[in-house]
């Protein structure tokens, strides 16, 4: 079991220290989705509304790009030295995941003190219950970018089918609108798109009834799920790259 665990701690902890590295980091992620989430809330009258899109928004954007660091790694060696080195795959996957999972789920955390200025007064159950949804939606969106980076050799390239893939699935998962003011084939695209069940699991945390959402069980479900999906594809993308380069 060591020879599993070590390796997950080590390089957990590695990517800890990188982030602490660089403080802009930390500025950047969370002030950005702050000022969206003021200036777009105060616009449409309705902080509240548009606080939990925004918090997954923050957590989205963190985790994803977070796994930017793999594309580094290779460029410097390391992840070749990973690879030829006697720790399972799994190991390797779920420390980088749980890396950059680690960083998204603080800063959600540091976004989620500004709880108050939406204008909602959970108890001490609700925050807790949000920071457990907020860790489930950073591992699934790390997951993710865990999938895209191992594919990619330039952060050019990242940074272009992130953009290209993250933004419409947030616009269209009840973050901007929500689904009974969609029309047509807008509103069967939301109830598919699983951004949607992340924002409604986190704004049900704060308000359980709130109206046209769905349920909290089955929104956690669904987050859950793909999670456990995404985190198998991350395995078996490594595992597949690593049969390619070795033979």
């Not at 925050?127 to 969106?141: D, N, P």
């Amino acid at each position: 079991m060591s020879g599993f665990w070590l390796p997950v701690a080590t390089l957990w902890w590695r990517d800890l220290l990188r982030f602490w590295r660089e403080k802009a980091r930390v500025v950047g992620y969370v002030g950005s989705p702050l000022l969206f989430w003021l200036l777009i809330g105060s616009g449409f009258g309705n902080l509240a509304y548009f606080f939990p899109g925004a918090l997954v928004l923050t957590v989205m954007f963190s985790a994803v790009f977070s796994t930017m660091s793999l594309i580094e790694d290779r460029r410097e060696g390391f992840l070749l030295s990973m690879l030829v080195s006697p720790a399972p795959r799994g190991s390797m996957v779920l420390g980088k995941i749980l890396g950059s999972t680690t960083l998204a789920w603080i800063q959600g955390a540091i976004f989620l003190c500004f709880l108050p200025m939406a204008g909602f007064r959970a108890g001490a159950a609700e925050v807790l219950e949000a920071a457990g949804v907020i860790l489930l939606v950073s591992f699934t969106f790390t997951a993710l970018g865990f999938v895209i980076a191992w594919q990619m050799d330039s952060t050019q390239g990242f940074h272009a089918v992130i953009n290209l893939l993250l933004l419409p699935l947030w616009l269209v998962s009840g973050a901007v609108f929500p689904i009974a003011n969609a029309h047509g084939w807008v509103r069967w695209l939301m109830r598919l798109n699983p951004v949607t069940y992340s924002v409604a699991a986190l704004r049900q945390s704060f308000e359980r009834h709130a109206a046209d959402a769905p349920p909290f069980a089955a929104s956690l479900l669904v987050t859950a799920c793909c999670a456990a999906a995404l985190f198998a594809a991350s395995a078996a993308s490594a595992r597949r790259k690593s049969a390619r380069s070795f033979g």
